[in-house]
């Protein structure tokens, strides 16, 4: 298992992980969210397991009035295939301890409950 950042190269397996999350979203809007997002830094990450990317998450470092210095992690999705197999948290462990290296106070993360958007400091 491999837990590490992804590249722009990578985007086609990002995006087939993705849409389990967001169904309407096209690859085409993808890619071109996904560059908008670069001027804040967003990066994605990823669990690969014998190469096959089967969790990641989306996230950048911010500041706010509320928050401080946070990492927000806009994604998470794990393949429905590996869920309920602990890799979601694994992938919160590795986002707490990268938003520990970039000096953040805490991690804030944004999901989808029951068809609402949530919002878990």
Not at 19 to 42: G, P, V
Request: net charge negative.
């Amino acid at each position: 298992m491999q837990i590490r950042e992804m590249t722009l190269k990578e985007l086609y397996p990002v995006y087939d992980l993705v849409k389990q999350l967001y169904t309407e979203l096209s690859y085409d809007e993808f890619e071109d969210l996904i560059y908008d997002m670069r001027h804040m830094e967003y990066k994605m990450f990823g669990i690969l397991e014998r190469g096959e990317l089967v969790c990641c998450g989306g996230a950048a470092v911010q500041t706010s009035l509320c928050h401080k210095r946070h990492l927000y992690v806009f994604d998470l999705v794990t393949d429905e295939k590996y869920r309920e197999k602990g890799y979601a948290k694994m992938m919160l462990e590795y986002l707490q301890d990268y938003a520990k290296t970039a000096a953040c106070e805490k991690l804030v993360l944004s999901f989808k409950w029951q068809g609402k958007n949530v919002i878990q400091v």
